[in-house]
């Protein structure tokens, strides 16, 4: 929190996510020996690491389906389908999970065509949103003072279209065919962020995170200022005037974006890669983000065998000189499955050792 309130802080915090790297050497049977029948929190108490706490906090923000909404899950070992039924229509999707099922990817969206967009409209809706209160305190007592509560705030705009509705390609000529009728759905996305971020003023988080993935091969310039600009001003200002700050999930190629970052009234980035992950060098990204916080900015390329310890802490010690003490060190995006993760121990000791 002294980060973001600008207060001196005693040293650098180090919060890699290690979530990916986690589930998937469990899953294949690969663990370290060291960890081998240990949970994820044990692993970070022994490289003296923090996590990120929306990994435990998001499951504590409930999306709640309407009444004359049904929706149906089937699973099987390879993927999971979702079914949809409202009275006006119904929506399918399926996700193909990864090889370890530790994680899923969209291989047919909800929206097929424009045709689909009334049927989503009445299921957004319909929707609403809860806080549940008692998990919270339930997790808060799990993490205690190993991270600041935070919470991820789901795609905002046309950032929900392309990656969670309807997929780039399709999502794309939409926009150029069907301006109108991509636009009204918007509207509707923006009447139900409105009750979202109406009950995340409430909640107990000093700090959101806007789930948004932007790379500006998803999202050009041009529709970056069309959409996503004015979306992120009206909500951070109410953000802000919560007494809350709020980061962004910039995880790809961001070159040509970062002029905006400053006017969209975030406080940060997060994630971020720098090159050779992105297309952005330490110094680029530094006189792009101005005053701004920056979380993580490690490439998580660096933690793999085909970097060196020497070549991972000279790239640390750039970062830190940049960015120090606007900086909340972390791996963007995660650690690879195949990443060194005694790195991570080195890292936490470099950053021990580094004076403000």
């Not at 809860?130 to 935070?150: A, Q």
Request: glycine share 8%; charged share 30%.
């Amino acid at each position: 929190m002294a980060v973001f309130e600008g207060r001196k802080t005693d040293r650098l915090l180090w919060q890699p996510r290690l979530h990916h790297w986690y589930g998937v050497n469990k899953a294949r049977g690969t663990l370290p020996r060291r960890y081998v029948g240990r949970d994820i929190l044990e692993v970070y108490d022994d490289l003296k690491a923090s996590p990120r706490g929306y990994h435990f906090y998001d499951q504590t923000l409930k999306l709640l389906e309407g009444e004359n909404v049904k929706l149906a899950t089937k699973e099987d070992e390879n993927s999971v389908h979702t079914k949809y039924m409202t009275p006006i229509g119904n929506l399918t999707q399926v996700e193909k999970k990864n090889i370890y099922a530790t994680g899923r990817m969209r291989i047919e969206y909800l929206l097929k065509g424009v045709e689909d967009f009334r049927v989503l409209s009445y299921i957004v809706r319909n929707q609403r949103f809860e806080f549940d209160e008692e998990l919270f305190k339930e997790i808060e007592g799990l993490l205690d003072d190993r991270c600041e509560p935070l919470l991820n705030i789901p795609w905002g705009s046309i950032m929900r279209l392309l990656i969670v509705y309807m997929g780039f390609e399709k999502g794309t000529v939409a926009i150029y065919k069907h301006r109108a009728e991509v636009e009204e759905l918007l509207r509707v996305f923006d009447e139900s962020d409105s009750d979202l971020f109406d009950l995340v003023a409430k909640m107990p988080f000093r700090i959101v995170n806007f789930l948004d993935n932007i790379d500006e091969g998803l999202i050009s310039p041009t529709l970056f200022t069309k959409y996503m600009m004015p979306y992120y001003r009206r909500r951070t200002k109410e953000i802000h005037q919560a007494g809350k700050f709020c980061t962004s999930h910039w995880d790809g190629k961001v070159k040509g974006l970062l002029a905006f970052a400053k006017d969209t009234g975030l406080d940060g980035l997060e994630c971020v890669p720098p090159s050779p992950q992105g297309n952005v060098s330490v110094q680029e990204l530094r006189v792009g983000l101005k005053n701004m916080i920056l979380c993580d900015g490690i490439p998580a390329t660096h933690f793999l065998p085909t970097s060196s310890d020497l070549e991972l802490k000279r790239f640390v010690n750039t970062l830190v000189e940049s960015f120090s003490p606007r900086l909340i060190v972390g791996i963007s995006d995660m650690m690879p499955p195949d990443g060194e993760i005694e790195r991570a121990r080195m890292i936490g000791k470099v950053l021990e050792d580094y004076r403000i």
